[in-house]
């Protein structure tokens, strides 16, 4: 039986057992970002045996995650799981929330639904949304060609500030210091004049607050004894060789710290493989940026809309 309850961090260990099963890269799945942004997003789950039901409520609408399962399922206890998920927002929910919706899905969740409710959802993607994927050794080095220029710009970072900068990884010592950067950055890039960026504030104090708790990892650079900038991720799951990079600022002024941040973050975590550094939401010049990078591919996410 599905009834929903709010999601929170005491849930954490339920969903990982789920989530380490679905091995999914994609940020929307990683136990830190759901329980990082599960205020602002009004998520809720349901447990139901072998099945996991995830959802958010967002301008005035619910929002339902594929089902998730911890073993192997075959496609008749899917459609099954879809189904009583269909069922329950159509007697509960339909008449204020509106048509039935699927987020977040694979391009594989797609091919199911084609499949099985032939004509019954109208699948779409945004390209605002899709995540960067990249090959972790390239970030290391910055070898070959076509990433020249990110080589050079660490080459000057090591220039400048060689004799005088240090790596950290974050902890509970230098941790209050990355808040004091967080907030200052924010004041710099006059943060209250957007909605969206004082979200994003509020959203990084909460990966601050919960850093230990959630098992995050990080890293930060100090320059003259001052931390001028940081980063923060995590495994995709539980033993995944791909870290999802969540949050990483730094101030303008040294130049070629951001390349140096990502570069000395993978150098210092040798077991991840894969990096993804989640999406761009449209800017254009973070999406410049990040395909400056020369990313391995993109990881596009796909909604399906209930057609009635």
């Known amino acids: 039986m599905i009834s929903f309850k709010s999601f929170n961090m005491g849930q954490k260990e339920i969903a ?3 989530l380490k099963y679905n ?15 599960n205020k602002t997003e009004n998520t809720e789950y349901c447990v ?13 609408k619910f929002n339902y995650y594929f089902p998730l399962f911890k073993q192997f399922t075959n496609e008749k206890d899917t459609v099954s799981a879809v189904n009583n998920l269909y069922s329950f927002h159509l007697y509960n929910h339909r008449n204020i929330s509106g048509n039935f919706d699927l987020i977040h899905l694979t391009l594989e969740q797609t ?15 945004d390209r605002n949304h899709s995540e960067y994927i990249y090959e972790a050794d390239k970030f290391r080095t910055y070898g070959g060609k076509k ?6 710009h660490l080459n000057k970072f090591y220039l400048l500030y060689g004799d005088n900068f240090k790596y950290e990884p974050i902890s509970d010592e230098n941790i209050a210091e990355c808040v004091e ?16 960026m004082i979200e994003e504030l509020d959203i990084v104090s909460e990966h601050f607050d919960n850093f230990n708790k959630l098992d995050l990892i990080g890293g930060c650079i100090r320059v003259g004894g001052q931390i001028k900038g ?4 995590e495994p995709a799951f539980d033993g995944s060789d791909a870290v999802v990079i969540h949050v990483e600022k730094a101030m303008y002024d040294i130049e070629g710290i951001y390349p140096a941040l990502a570069s000395l973050f993978l150098q210092e975590n040798p077991q991840f493989n894969y990096v993804n550094r989640e999406d761009d939401l449209g800017d254009e010049g973070l999406r410049k940026s990040k395909l400056s990078y020369r990313p391995l591919y993109l990881l596009d996410k796909y909604t399906a809309t209930e057609i009635f």
């Open 230 to 233: 940081f980063t923060i991720g």
């Open 23 to 37: 091995k999914s890269i994609s940020c929307e799945f990683c136990i830190g970002n759901l329980l990082t942004w």
């Open 147 to 152: 990433l020249h220029s990110k080589r050079n």
């Open 181 to 196: 950067l967080s907030c200052e950055w924010s004041k710099i890039n006059k943060y209250y004049l957007n909605a969206s």
């Open 111 to 125: 091919d199911f639904l084609k499949k099985h409710y032939e004509g019954r959802f109208s699948i779409s993607s």
């Open 48 to 60: 139901d045996g072998d099945i996991l039901y995830l959802r958010n409520y967002m301008n005035g």
């Open 16 to 18: 990982r057992e789920f």
